[in-house]
């Protein structure tokens, strides 16, 4: 058995153990060649091999993660009636990320003490031809392993997936609404201008909540189905 087929059936073994989570970050190449003490290249095989069977995605410029076990498919079926005209991979910008508390608006709307620390994360999904603000609200309890770097790999619904909990149903919200300075500058529009707000709210087998997201975008198209 070649070299780089044992890395790899090594690193197999270590995913499906849950040394690493779905969309955990694996350690970068440059690690893993001395950490096996083999060249760059049997690392590289090594890699390819867990690639094409759908266990690690490799995202140029940002990394190594474990692959997200939703398909696309799934995805799209479990997203309500609101839907992106296109699913695709865009470039993913993170403004901002931080611990706080929950305070009493989301504690109720994630039935968790208003003390409890939750994940505050937005970023832009920026297209050739559209720029979408998300802010995501995860309980730390629910994801205690949480890494940042996991926004620019997986969606939403795999993101929230990823936890302690596991999704189960999806409630949507779209509203109408104007853009405020900040927006209307992130999203290249202008102040005043009408937004798309859109929010998802994850639940669990049980409809306990699991997470919050919320979109807005100034310049896109959503497909509205009533089957």
């Known amino acids: 058995m070649s070299l780089f087929v044992k890395i790899a059936a090594h690193l197999m073994e ?4 849950g040394q690493y989570g779905v969309g955990s970050e ?14 760059r290249t049997t690392i590289r095989k090594a890699i ?13 410029g940002v990394g190594l993660f474990v692959a997200p076990t939703l398909s696309t498919q799934t995805i799209l079926k479990m997203t309500g009636i609101i839907k992106p005209h296109i699913y695709g991979n865009h470039k993913k910008v993170i403004k901002e990320s931080y611990l706080r508390q ?15 620390l ?32 996991i926004i620019k790999v997986l969606s939403p619904l795999e993101i929230t997936n990823s936890g302690k909990k596991k999704v189960d149903k999806l409630e949507q919200d779209l509203q109408l ?3 405020n300075a ?3 500058k992130q999203l290249q529009c202008k102040i005043n201008d009408p937004l798309f707000k859109i929010s998802n709210h994850y639940f669990d087998i049980n409809s306990e909540p699991i997470a919050i997201e ?14």
């Open 102 to 116: 929950a305070g009493n608006y989301y504690s109720q709307l994630l039935k968790i003490k208003p003390t409890e």
């Open 48 to 60: 390819d091999i867990l690639v094409d069977k759908n266990l690690v995605v490799r995202k140029k």
């Open 214 to 227: 919320y979109k807005f975008a100034c310049n896109t198209k959503y497909v509205v189905d009533f089957t």
């Open 182 to 184: 900040e927006l209307a």
């Open 14 to 17: 270590q995913i499906k153990a």
């Open 177 to 179: 609404t104007a853009a």
């Open 118 to 149: 939750m994940y505050y994360i937005s970023f832009l999904e920026v297209s050739e031809k559209n720029v979408v603000k998300e802010i995501f609200l995860l309980p730390l309890s629910y994801f205690p392993d949480f890494q940042v770097s």
């Open 26 to 39: 694996l350690p970068p190449e440059g690690k893993l060649q001395k950490d096996y003490d083999v060249s």
